[in-house]
């Protein structure tokens, strides 16, 4: 084997889901190894892997008997994230692919979830009810959610987490860099907050785009796509299934009674290691 290229260190997948790509660190069978460090140094595109989440699977453990395996997630600036819909398909699809199975369940930070491979190939998930409390999203104090105090009468939505919804003449033209920094940043949103912009285009069509806390500009949200069907729903301009433009592609929300589900394609685009030198300098 040529030794330039030694297959040592700590091995990662590169996946993606309409393009809000992730590095997948598969950690079950020994301790979780993500630090904020390490999160931060691998997600660099210049001196790193490059990412907008780290996904890290670890094993359920006994809490979750019936769950698969669990599923922890990290931004690209570091912090940590409750959920991330387009990581859980990806993810999903790479378990379900070793089990030789079409559903699994995992658990996040906000429970247990179902993910299924459809016919088709693309990969549903379960992302739970919405949160609609203030208290739970966070915000910093009570307000009218589906009227939040902030220019702009955004709603909030909480999918295990923060979400800061801006229904909109024309998504297009909204300053997204802008406006999503500023708001992800605002005291109303204790532990900050996505922000996305949707504006209707056609029966139950939307168009988003989406500034992610701690990720900035990312092609594709999942989570942030549930937050905005349930938005558009509770104000009245669409039923509980929706399809939804992002940048990358088109995602399909579907608000039912046991939860949000959300459904997509996935891609696993190559595998890595992590070589011990560089994982030993950020030690
Ligand atoms: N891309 C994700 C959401 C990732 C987490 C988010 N940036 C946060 O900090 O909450 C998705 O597909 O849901």
Redesign the pocket.
Known sequence: MDQSFPKSGLRFLKMH?LG?DFVVIDSRGRGAVTTPALARALGDRHRGVGF??LAEIRDAGPDHAGADFALD?W?ADG?R????????RCVSDLVMAGLGREVVRLVTARGELQARRLDSGLVSVNMGPPVLDWRALPLAREVDLLHLPLPGDPVAVG?G??HCVFIVADAEAEDVVGRGSAVEHDPLFPE?T?VEFVSLTGPDHLRMRVW????GV?L?????ACAVAVAAHLRGLTGRAVEIDVDGGRLSIDWREDGVWMTGPVAHVFDGWLSPDYLAALA
């Open positions: 889901g809000n907008d989440q997630f931004n912090s994230a409750g959920a991330c819909g387009n990581a859980t999918m987490n923060p900050r996505n992610e806390r701690g990720a990312t594709a949200c999942g989570s942030g």
